[in-house]
T-cell receptor, first 111, second 116 residues
């Protein structure tokens, strides 16, 4: 089993739709969780951190479920510019070598 | 404030040739990383450094060497390139564990390497 697993997609949804991705992780000691966004042929960029209480940034909401060991990303009112690959990142707080990236979920928004 | 920069952006090598990829950051970050990204594999850690003069192996270190002689620079070397090293290489940096957001990584634009 991979340490971090994501549905690779692609998710193909119409503009304005709500879309959600999940990411499961296997290490229960994981402390830090992030969603990164990667545009085609570009570097990953931090989209948002994921806090235990959940957090929201505009149209984006991230949730953490420690009991079931998954994090989620919800995108409301999707825009064409949201088309990208979304990477889930999991890490124990203290180890620089244990930052694990998921292989990404590809999202395509159609007009 | 350039963030993280990488040189070169593209390179084509023949099997057995050597090269060095340079990563530079101007954010005074302690931690620096080298990753490779292959289709369907996600980002895999090659080597990392937690401070000037220190380096450590990541998940896929074989065939690569690194050096961190200056805090702002992290070099990745391929001594004898192989076709299996064809990939996109990303450098990243982050602040140390004294900050709550230390795991937030800032990435360079990547180097696309092809080994024939």
């Amino acid at each position: 089993r991979k340490e971090v697993e994501q549905d690779p997609g692609p998710f193909n949804v119409p503009e304005g739709a709500t879309v959600a991705f999940n990411c499961t992780y296997s290490n229960s000691a994981s402390q830090s969780f992030f969603w990164y966004r990667q545009d085609c042929r570009k570097e990953p960029k931090l989209l948002m951190s994921v806090y235990s209480s959940g957090n929201e940034d505009g149209r984006f909401t991230a949730q953490l479920n420690r009991a079931s060991q998954y994090i989620s990303l919800l995108i409301r009112d999707s825009k064409l510019s949201d088309s990208a690959t979304y990477l889930c990142v999991v890490s124990p707080y203290s180890s620089a070598s244990k930052i694990i990236f998921g292989s990404g979920t590809r999202l395509s928004i159609r007009p | 404030n350039a963030g993280v920069t990488q040189t070169p952006k593209f390179r084509v090598l023949k099997t057995g040739q050597s090269m060095t990829l340079l990563c530079a950051q101007d954010m005074n970050h302690e931690y620096m990383y080298w990753y490779r990204q292959d289709p369907g594999m996600g980002l895999r850690l090659i080597h990392y450094s937690v401070g000037e003069g220190t380096t450590a192996k990541g998940e896929v270190p074989d065939g690569y060497n690194v050096s961190r002689l200056k805090k702002q620079n992290f070099l990745l070397g391929l001594e004898s390139a192989a076709p299996s090293q064809t990939s996109v290489y990303f450098c990243a940096s982050s602040s140390g564990p004294s900050r709550a957001s230390y795991n937030e990584q800032f990435f360079g634009p990547g180097t696309r390497l092809t080994v024939l």
